[in-house]
Structures are given as structure tokens and as C-alpha cells.
């Protein structure tokens, strides 16, 4: 017998009429998620598309760049554009739902080309906007694949096993294979349920975990060879320049895991990793192992989580570095103090 858990939904009622409304006013969707989207926001965006159409609803899934070859493996709807087959013309939907994306300036790039009613978000990240116009955001979900799961579970409609293995890979990937402090009871009351859809852990953890390139091995291997320390061993820091990737033949999206490794060392508090954009300015990753760089990106114009975050900071790297690396070494210094 199926037990029912406890939702801890924030505002589980209020959340769940506004999720039904929206889907029922509606009968053309358009959803969408934010650019180097990760398995969080290509899987609660799938497994939202996924459910509308099985509702018989009329779903264009509109990714803003090609998917990560690593998340291919991601059941996805019928209908699904990604810009790097093109832009899209006179696209229009009566709503258009984003996803785990914190603020307008994440999917402007997808959102200035469609025409529609109603915009609806669904996020977690405690740094939210609340740019839509309905917000449906709770900073206490591990994923936002666990906050949609939370919803859909409530309504009449089936979740079946392509939706649930969308949303376990979202929840395992957010909580990076269940190691981060955003882990809690209800994650794993949530992963459990999706178990029950035949859901296979081991198989994701391998799509996941264990299926590396060799391409981005070898750069992987080239890039920690210059990894550099700073503060007392305290801050961890790495920088992938446009030329790196082009010689590995790697995209943006294939190296998000990097700054893990640099916050596996033990005496590392913050970890950093600097990109150089398209552009020539730089994209900052931030992670910490005790205190809040959402607060810090945040100052830089950026956003996330507790424990990981990130920015754009419109300068080359080495200006950004110099600018970031202050910061932190004063965060650190600021904490010893008190
Ligand atoms: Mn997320």
C-alpha cells in the first residue's frame, strides 16, 4: 500500500490552484528554462512538457541552446526547439511556463520572441525575482524537479515513469548525486515515490556520473594542472579560457562539474570557477562548503543558493578574478574577526 507523505510545501494550497488554473485556463504552451540549462532545468521542463501533452495540450519544449549530449538520454516531448537549429519566428502560445530560472534576464533571450498571456515560473532559488506573473517559488525545495513533483502529484493526471525519470535526475543532479546541504527528509520522500515509477537509480547515476569524454578528461586534466590556491589553501580557483575549449572541442554546458574538484580539497572553503564568455567578459561559478555566495553573487548582479552560485561580471578574466578574489578574502577575513 502507498503511504502518503507529508508535503512541507510552503504555500502547498495556494501553489497547487495556481499550477491547476494556469493549466486549465490554457490550451498552447510554450516552456522554457535558462540557457546552459542543467539536468534541474531540462528535467522539470521535460517532465512539465511531458504532462501537458498527455493532458492533450498543444507543447513546444524551446531549449536556448543545444542540450548537453550528457542529458540526452532525458525522455522529451514531441515537439521541442533548440535555438541553435535557428531562431524562431512568430512563435505564439496562451501561456508559457519557465522553469529553475531566478530572474527575466535568464530566458529574455527565448521570451522577446514569443507572443503570449500569461507567463508562469516555477523555481527554487531563494534569489527569485518573482518576474512572472504568477510565481509559484520555494526556496526550501531542494530542485525545482521536487517542487514540481510536488505539485503534479496532486492533481488528477498520472505521472508516469519518462515524467518521474525527468524529475529524479533533476533532484540528483541539484543535490549533486545527494551529497549538498539542501538534502533533506522530503528529498528523499520525493525520490522515493519516483522510484515507485520504475525509475532506476544505478542507470542515472551511471548517464550522470559516469560517462565522461575523453575529451573532457583530457581538458579536465589540463585545467586542474593550473588550478591555484589563495587565502591560507582557503580559496580554490580555476579558469577556462575560450581557446581551452575550442581545442578540446567542448561546449559551455560540458563543464559544469569542473568546480567540484576544486572544492574537494579539504583546506578549500570557496571554490571559483572563471570562464571567459563568447564575448570576452567572464562567467563566475562560486561554491562554498559553509557560508552564503548567493549573497555575493548576488552583489556582482548575480544569484543561486547558499552553497552555489554564480555571476557575469562584464570584464576579461583576469579583471573579474582580481575583483572576486578580493571579495572572498574579505568574507574570510570578516568572519575571523567576529
Ligand atoms: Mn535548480
Not at 491547476?20 to 516552456?31: A, D, G, R
Not at 521542463?45 to 542529458?71: C, D, H, Q, R, T
Not at 543535490?175 to 522515493?192: C, I
Request: proline residues 2%.
Amino acid at each position: 500500500m502507498k503511504m502518503r507523505m507529508k508535503i512541507k510545501m510552503k504555500d502547498k494550497d495556494n501553489f497547487i490552484q495556481k499550477f491547476q488554473s494556469f493549466i486549465s485556463e490554457y490550451q498552447s504552451f510554450v516552456i522554457t528554462c535558462h540557457e546552459n540549462a542543467d539536468g534541474d532545468a531540462l528535467g522539470s521542463s521535460n517532465a512539465l512538457a511531458l504532462f501537458l501533452e498527455a493532458l492533450g495540450k498543444e507543447v513546444l519544449m524551446i531549449y536556448p541552446e543545444s542540450i548537453s549530449s550528457k542529458l540526452d538520454f532525458l525522455p522529451k516531448p514531441k515537439r521541442v526547439h533548440e535555438y541553435t537549429n535557428g531562431y524562431l519566428e512568430n512563435v505564439s502560445a496562451e501561456g508559457v511556463l519557465v522553469v529553475d530560472s531566478s530572474s527575466y534576464d535568464r530566458v529574455s533571450r527565448v521570451l522577446d520572441d514569443v507572443e503570449y498571456y500569461q507567463l508562469l515560473s516555477i523555481d527554487h532559488h531563494p534569489t527569485n525575482t518573482e518576474f512572472a506573473d504568477i510565481n509559484i517559488v520555494d526556496e526550501t525545495m531542494s530542485s525545482t524537479c521536487e517542487l514540481v513533483y510536488s505539485i503534479l502529484k496532486e492533481l488528477d493526471n498520472p505521472i508516469t515513469k519518462d515524467i518521474a525519470k525527468n524529475l529524479y535526475t533533476g533532484i540528483f543532479t541539484d543535490t549533486g548525486s545527494f551529497n549538498y546541504e539542501n538534502v533533506s527528509q522530503f528529498t528523499f520522500e520525493v525520490v522515493k515515490e519516483l522510484v515507485e515509477y520504475d525509475v532506476k537509480p544505478h542507470l542515472i547515476a551511471r548517464e550522470i556520473n559516469e560517462n565522461m569524454s575523453l575529451n573532457l578528461f583530457y581538458f579536465t586534466r589540463e585545467v586542474l594542472n593550473n588550478l591555484k590556491l589563495d587565502a591560507d589553501n582557503r580559496i580554490a580557483w580555476i579558469k577556462c579560457e575560450r581557446e581551452l575549449l575550442g581545442k578540446y572541442n567542448l561546449n559551455d554546458n560540458e563543464i559544469d562539474g569542473l568546480i567540484n574538484y576544486a572544492k574537494k580539497l579539504q583546506p578549500v572553503e570557496f571554490a571559483i570557477l572563471f570562464r571567459e564568455t563568447e564575448d570576452g567578459n567572464t562567467k563566475v561559478g562560486l561554491r562554498s562548503k559553509t557560508k552564503d555566495v548567493s549573497k555575493i553573487a548576488f552583489e556582482f548582479g548575480g544569484g543561486g543558493h547558499n552553497r552555489a552560485a554564480g555571476c557575469l561580471i562584464e570584464k576579461d578574466i583576469e579583471n573579474a578574478k582580481e575583483q572576486v578574489l578580493q571579495r572572498l578574502k574579505d568574507e574570510l577575513k570578516h568572519k575571523r574577526s567576529d
